[in-house]
């Protein structure tokens, strides 16, 4: 074990002076040349009335201004909107750290090239487990090839790379089986979410996965983290050389292996403080709406556009965009309310716990709730009760289900994961195709 995994987990005393979106996460169009089965923004075609580029010259500016040193761009495809470069352009020349998260289907040597040559920081592909069941998610034959092609591109140029996964019924047991693809890249972080029931993921509920697993699922990324690590002090390598495991904010919480997989390799111990939506992060979507953080639902959590209010003002004044820089304890509900950890976590991520029951304040995705209703005998699963309503960052709703707990759940019957998906969506592979959706 090394020194910096911890395992106290404290309550943040201490004020911000002023907030600040130390992580802003930008959608630049809708435009996508993939139709992702569990793509939460439905994205395909754009917006009838995306941001030009001299608008988003506009709201990079604004960005700069209220303080944002970390932009990451994502789409449908960034790389569709024909403003991107000089957005990357912008940032790069005011040493602002700027991203792109991509699925990666055209992003090949030649697009790699002009992301470097604008001054990319950073770029992170989706990769959504093996072969079969990225191309699955991914409702593209072929999707994963051509990510991998995407990170061999951009780590031939010498351009920092990751991978991020989202984590589901389709691939929770086949992490190890991935980590290989992972290792012949030139990746530094590999970062996993969970898969949450918004847009077309909402339309597949039997995808999602199962609240008591996300024991198993972490045990799992804490025991690859640790073995890699291991190998690397056997063999003298440095531990800054290791590949980052890392999980989102809707993965957790308050396990045996919170910290370390929180905590950056050879950095400070850090641990699940509560959502940072309109705190330290901020979200702006293609045709200029403004929330707190990208992926929180746009119909309850949007204050306003770009195109009619100040940015910096909204980001200083608005109480709906900043609803948690103040304590939340009181909208807490179910196991949640009576958590020893509520004063920390607040009930986890925002965005998971709204798009499954509509609201915030209960999350059965939680390592300590699964293995304290485990000593009860119980385990929750979700059943939806309804559907979402097919629009951009739509959501259904789901109510929690109290079961015996079964250790023996392998051998329980299970719905068809790999049934038929929609159709893909025909595109030219040319990033620069008007025509591509």
Excluded at 24 to 46: F, I
Excluded at 175 to 202: K, Q, S, Y
Excluded at 228 to 245: T, Y
Excluded at 331 to 357: I, N, P, R, Y
């Amino acid at each position: 074990m090394f020194e910096f995994f911890g395992t106290d987990y404290v309550k943040h005393e201490a004020k911000l002076v002023s907030w600040r979106p130390n992580q802003t996460v930008w959608e630049l169009t809708m435009r996508c040349d993939q139709s992702c089965s569990h793509c939460g923004s439905r994205a395909a075609d754009p917006r009838s009335d995306e941001l030009s580029t001299d608008e988003l010259l506009d709201v990079a500016a604004a960005l700069v201004d209220i303080g944002s040193r970390s932009v990451t761009l994502i789409g449908g495809e960034a790389y569709l909107h024909p403003g991107m470069y000089d957005v990357i352009e912008f940032f790069a020349e005011r040493e602002i750290h700027v991203a792109l998260q991509t699925g990666g289907r055209s992003l090949n040597d030649r697009l790699a090239r002009r992301l470097a040559d604008a001054g990319i920081s950073a770029v992170s592909v989706s990769v959504d487990g093996p072969r079969d069941a990225h191309d699955l998610l991914r409702n593209n034959p072929g999707s994963f090839e051509y990510a991998m092609r995407a990170l061999h591109a951009v780590g031939g140029l010498g351009i920092r790379s990751g991978v991020n996964t989202q984590v589901n019924e389709l691939n929770a047991d086949r992490l190890h089986e991935l980590l290989p693809d992972l290792l012949a890249t030139d990746i530094e972080v590999w970062r996993c979410h969970l898969t949450a029931p918004m847009g077309r993921a909402a339309d597949r509920p039997e995808w999602i996965l199962r609240p008591w697993r996300v024991v198993d699922v972490l045990d799992t990324l804490a025991e690859i983290q640790l073995d890699l690590a291991a190998v690397a002090k056997r063999n003298g390598v440095p531990l800054s050389e290791v590949l980052d495991l890392k999980i989102g904010s809707n993965l957790g919480y308050y396990g045996p292996h919170e910290q370390i997989l929180r905590t950056p390799i050879g950095g400070y111990a850090t641990h699940y403080s509560g959502c940072s939506a309109g705190s330290t992060s901020l979200g702006i979507e293609s045709d200029g709406t403004i929330k707190g953080c990208p992926s929180l639902p746009t119909a309850p959590y949007q204050v306003g556009n770009v195109r009619d209010l100040d940015l910096r003002e909204v980001w200083k004044n608005s109480p709906e965009l900043g609803f948690t820089r103040e304590e939340r304890i009181d909208e807490l509900w179910g196991f949640c309310a009576t958590c020893d950890f509520k004063e920390v976590c607040q009930g986890g991520c925002s965005f998971m716990t709204h798009t499954t029951f509509g609201r915030r304040g209960n999350n059965p995705f939680c390592y300590h709730r699964v293995t304290q209703l485990k000593k009860q005998g119980i385990r929750e699963s979700i059943r939806q009760t309804e559907q979402a309503p097919g629009v951009p960052y739509d959501f259904g709703k789901f109510e929690i289900v109290e079961e015996q707990w079964n250790d023996d759940w392998r051998n329980e019957p299970m719905p068809d994961l790999y049934n038929e998906a929609p159709a893909p969506v025909a595109v030219e592979l040319s990033p620069r195709n008007p025509k591509a959706a």
